[in-house]
DNA sequence: GTAAATATTGCACACTGTGTATTATTATGC
DNA sequence: GCATAATAATACACAGTGTGCAATATTTAC
């Protein structure tokens, strides 16, 4: 939070890890106790959601889109977003492209997680494909989190079907 | 090259702006003139290409996943890749996975330029897709090129046709 | 062969990130 | 309450990153 409100403030380049540390009222040392550097006191934990019990995806043969959708989507209500934090977030990370490196890394984590249950789900043949599949929906995921944030109107399960309309409407395009 | 060569022969760790610059006989200095970092040394251009000459892409109305991957095979004939030194990055960035960040920040702006176009012809109306078809893009471009790197049968050409056959293979999963 | 343009380098400096030892703080049992 | 153990915060030293600037070397052009 206090990387966040000095970014915002003053721009990353004034966002010495000892900016952060005095408007946190910490050392810088008790900082790097925390984060690793910066950008991640920045992002914290935000976007990264974890798959947890998706054995239900694995084995269902519904509409595989309708799956990913529902799959990401409940991720997100582990622990609920603060819409005004993300906000915030997004507003330092778009008018910052370094930060946006670290924000990738994130989303790839959960990318990894998906492509490992999707290659399950189609078969090993399918690596190539489970791991393409895996980017575009967390891709999708990050479009409609952010247009979540934006829409205060937006309720949490309103992403899970932006996800699996932008999922549809891609789909759409690739096989005309 | 340099960067490169020290970072396959003592690990990253070992492989400090000091390190690769007494590696190519120059000063430290004179290493940050040309590179920002180390990272970007030890990725050097070998991914990223540039899409220019594209309004054919914009105007036609073929199969677009044909077309893309015309598009991105193209851009590989700009310069021609050097699949011996590819091999070595693609070793040291499977071995760091800090490197992997940069790497995807290389593509990332290959796909930007990829959803520049498709956004042209597809209509702004269709951005968000636009943008998911360009990231979905670019990184079945990638496995392409870590496919060939990895195989030496394979020519440039075929590239081309590895990009359009994930690329259909995702379709027919999605529309299933 | 000289002068201008360009490239390289040395140096100082602010910042990042980590190991280690020391000091605070908090938790626990009695 | 109080001594003690566990945990957290901090100070400090240090290696490395990256940049600005001025000085020096090298190349280019005429």
């Known amino acids: 939070m ?3 409100t000095v970014a915002l403030r003053n721009g990353l380049d004034q966002t010495t890890t000892e900016a952060i ?8 040392r008790t900082f790097f106790n925390y984060y690793n550097n910066k950008q991640a006191a920045i992002l914290g934990e935000a976007i990264r959601l974890d798959i947890k019990g998706a054995g239900w ?6 509409p595989i889109l309708d799956d990913l959708a529902k799959l990401l989507g409940q991720g997100l209500h582990e622990d609920p977003l603060d819409r005004a934090l993300l906000l915030k977030i997004i507003a330092v990370v778009d008018a910052n492209p370094t930060l946006h490196d670290m924000f990738r890394t994130q989303v790839d984590e959960t990318s990894s997680s998906i ?3 999707l290659e399950t789900r189609l078969g090993s043949d399918l690596a190539i494909e489970s791991r393409l599949l895996a980017e575009l929906s967390t891709r999708a995921l990050t479009e409609a989190v952010v247009a979540w944030a934006a829409d205060e109107t937006m309720t ?3 992403v899970t079907v932006q996800i699996a309309a932008n999922l549809r409407s891609v789909s759409k395009i690739m096989c005309q």
């Not at 540390?21 to 810088?28: L, N, Q």
């Not at 995806?57 to 519904?62: H, I, Q, Y």
């Open 156 to 158: 949490v399960d309103s």
């Open 57 to 62: 995806f694995v084995e269902s043969s519904g």
């Open 21 to 28: 540390a005095i408007e946190a009222g910490i050392s810088t």
């Open 115 to 117: 492509s490992g249950l």
């Open 2 to 4: 206090a990387a966040v």
